[in-house]
């Protein structure tokens, strides 16, 4: 089934930790996008890739890296956890980088993180 | 500084009509999208605008005005299942994507 997935599902994690959050996509979409969900805030960019090779700094860069290998697979990286980052993560692509019509973003089902 | 503004929550009855609103002020404008979020669940798409007008499909319509930096959808024929988050999303001139907190919609019997 064409979409995608996010590992894990929930993560507990102690303050220090290191955490890499999964997220591939079967869609050939060139652009990806990491987002940390927190309630009354809306979505809050992390960091995004228009394309494989590439990536680029959002709204909320601090404390998180990411790596875009290959056009499937974009994981999100954070080196030293953090209570403040407890949140519900979520990635999402877009056929291209950019706007416009038939370019919307299509969403896997998030992974919820708490740093303790 | 960019800035979408939403209703935080509406309560509407089953069946009835409701429209929310969403007001922008974003560095250019390249788009607006709504999509519909579940509790617990990723945001699913709803509509795009680009040009002043309402666009309708089937029990959902979503309108733009882009000289007011103003867009609503409009749900009619309300069904339990819509109760959701609604959230607005505006393209800047960058062609970021600029995110509303979202608009809480409880649907009674």
């Known amino acids: 089934i064409a979409g995608i997935t996010q590992a894990p599902t929930s993560q507990i994690l102690a303050a220090g930790r290191r955490m890499t959050l999964r997220c591939t996509q079967d869609?050939?979409?060139?652009?990806m996008y990491w987002y940390r969900q927190d309630l009354g805030l809306g979505l809050r960019l992390i960091h995004y890739?228009?394309?494989?090779?590439?990536?680029g700094k959002g709204e909320v860069p601090d404390g998180y890296s990411v790596s875009r290998a290959n056009t499937d697979d974009f994981p999100l990286t954070l080196a030293s956890a953090v209570p403040s980052q407890t949140s519900v993560y979520f990635c999402?692509?877009?056929?291209?980088?950019?706007?416009?019509?038939?370019?919307?973003?299509?969403f896997g089902p998030g992974t919820r993180l708490t740093v303790l | 500084g960019q800035n979408i503004d939403q209703p935080t929550e509406m309560t509407a009855t089953e069946g009835a009509i409701v429209q929310i609103n969403c007001t922008y002020q974003?560095?250019?404008?390249?788009?607006l999208f709504w999509y519909q979020q579940h509790a617990g669940e990723a945001p699913t798409f709803l509509s795009y605008?680009?040009l002043d007008g309402l666009e309708e499909k089937g029990r959902f319509s979503s309108f733009l005005s882009r000289s007011k930096g103003y867009s609503y959808l409009l749900l009619k024929e309300l069904q339990m299942k819509d109760s959701a988050s609604y959230l607005c999303?505006?393209?800047?001139?960058?062609?970021?994507?600029?995110w509303g907190a979202g608009t809480k919609l409880i649907i009674k019997p």
């Open positions: 999402a692509s877009t056929p291209e980088g950019g706007g416009g019509a038939g370019n919307e973003q299509f």
């Open positions: 869609m050939r979409h060139n652009a």
């Open positions: 890739s228009n394309t494989a090779g590439t990536t």
């Open positions: 974003t560095s250019g404008f390249n788009g």
């Open positions: 605008n680009v």
């Open positions: 999303a505006v393209i800047d001139s960058n062609y970021q994507l600029i």
